[in-house]
C-alpha cells in the first residue's frame, strides 16, 4: 500500500495515514451531497484503490450539525472511518455523536472543502509535530480569566474558571475520535455570562454568505451576549443571519479556539481558516462541547487576527507568536 499511495496527491495520503492511521481490511464510509460531490467523489476515487469504500450522497442540511438520512445513520454505525465531504458539518449531529459512542467510528469532518486544499496548506503540515504543539499548550490554555486583544480593536475579558480546553489535533486515530483537519487548536468555553467588551472579527466568518472579511465586523459584548454589530455590507448580512433565528441563544460568546497549523491559511473554507496559526475563533450560540449549558441551533466561528491571549498573568499568544 506504501509504495502505490505514492502516486496519490498528498492531501488524500494525510488523509489516509497521519490522520486516521487506516490499515487494510479496514472499511471506509464517504458521505456527500448535491453540492460537494467533486469532493466526495475526489476521496472515494483514491480511498477505493485501498480499502472497502462505500459512498453515499444525499441532499444538502439545512445547517450544521442537522441530521442526515436515515441511510447514512445507520452507515455510520458499520464502518471504520467516515469522511464526512459535506456542505455542512455533521460533527454536531446526534447520528454522529451516537455513532461515535459505539466505539468503533473514527470520524473526519470534510465539510466546506476545495479540490486545492489537497495539494497545498494545512492538510501538508507533519502532523505528528502539529499533535506536539497541541499538547504543549493545552495545559496552559486554562485559569481563571482570559484577556483577548488584537490589533483590529479586539478587546475582551471573560472567566474561564472550571472550564477544562478541548482540543483538536487534525487527527482520528483511535475508535470514537473525531475530527476537522486540517484544522488543529485549543478552545475554551467562557463561563456563561462573564465576556465583556469589543470583538472586532477582520479575518474570516466562515459561512456560505460571508468567509473572508472585506470591511471588519465590530461585535460589542455584554454579560456574555453579542448586544449590537457594527460595519458594512458583511455587518448587515450577520445582523440579519443571527436575526433570522428569532432564538437569543444565538448571540451567546461560546469558544476561544486558539488555531495552532502553522501551514493553514486565510482562503475562506471552514477548517483552515478555524486551524490557522496566530489567529482565534470565536465561536457563537451552542456550547455544550465546551462544558457550557447552553444549547442554541447555531454555533458560528468567527476568526480575528493577529491576537494577543492572556490567562492570569501568563502570555500564551503575543501578537500572533506563541509563548508558552
Known amino acids: 500500500m506504501k509504495e502505490m499511495l505514492k502516486e496519490v496527491p498528498l492531501g488524500i495520503r494525510q488523509l489516509f495515514t497521519s490522520i486516521t492511521h487506516l490499515k487494510e481490511g479496514e472499511k471506509v464510509l464517504v458521505i456527500t451531497d448535491d453540492n460537494k460531490r467533486e469532493i466526495g467523489e475526489f476521496v472515494y476515487k483514491y480511498a477505493k ?59 473526519i469532518g470534510l465539510q466546506d472543502y476545495a479540490l486545492h486544499m489537497f495539494e497545498s496548506g494545512g492538510l501538508t503540515a507533519d502532523f505528528d509535530e502539529v499533535t506536539r504543539v497541541v499538547n504543549r499548550v493545552a495545559p496552559f490554555y486554562k485559569g481563571k480569566t482570559f484577556t483577548l486583544t ?13 472550564r477544562e480546553p478541548v482540543l483538536d489535533h487534525g487527527t482520528a486515530i483511535v475508535p470514537g475520535a473525531a475530527s476537522f483537519p486540517p484544522n488543529a487548536e485549543v478552545a475554551l468555553g467562557p463561563v456563561e455570562g462573564t465576556a465583556n467588551g469589543v470583538l472586532v472579527f477582520d479575518g474570516s466568518i466562515p459561512h456560505p454568505l460571508l468567509n473572508l472579511i472585506d470591511e471588519p465586523v465590530k461585535c460589542i459584548v455584554k454579560d456574555g451576549f453579542i448586544t449590537e454589530i457594527l460595519g458594512g455590507r458583511e455587518a ?89
Open 49 to 107: 484503490m485501498f480499502f472497502e469504500t462505500t459512498m453515499i450522497v444525499m441532499t444538502p442540511r439545512e445547517g450544521h450539525g442537522a441530521e442526515p438520512t436515515e441511510a447514512v445513520t445507520a452507515a455510520l454505525n458499520n464502518c471504520d472511518v467516515a469522511f464526512g465531504a459535506t456542505t455542512m458539518s455533521l460533527y454536531h449531529s446526534k447520528a454522529r455523536l451516537d455513532a461515535s459512542k459505539n466505539g468503533r467510528l473514527r470520524w
Open 236 to 324: 448587515d448580512i450577520l445582523r440579519k443571519l443571527l436575526a433570522d433565528f428569532n432564538d437569543p441563544t444565538v448571540y451567546n460568546i461560546a469558544e476561544l479556539g486558539l488555531g495552532l497549523n502553522k501551514e493553514n491559511f486565510l482562503c475562506g473554507h471552514m477548517a483552515p481558516d478555524e486551524g490557522s496559526f496566530g489567529n482565534i475563533h470565536i465561536g457563537i450560540g451552542k456550547n455544550l462541547n465546551f462544558g457550557g449549558h447552553v444549547n442554541s441551533p447555531l454555533h458560528l466561528d468567527l476568526v480575528i487576527k493577529t491576537v494577543t491571549c492572556e490567562i492570569d498573568d501568563r502570555f500564551i499568544m503575543k501578537d500572533g507568536e506563541l509563548l508558552v
Open 150 to 162: 488584537a490589533p483590529g480593536g479586539t478587546n475582551m475579558v471573560c472567566s474561564i474558571e472550571g
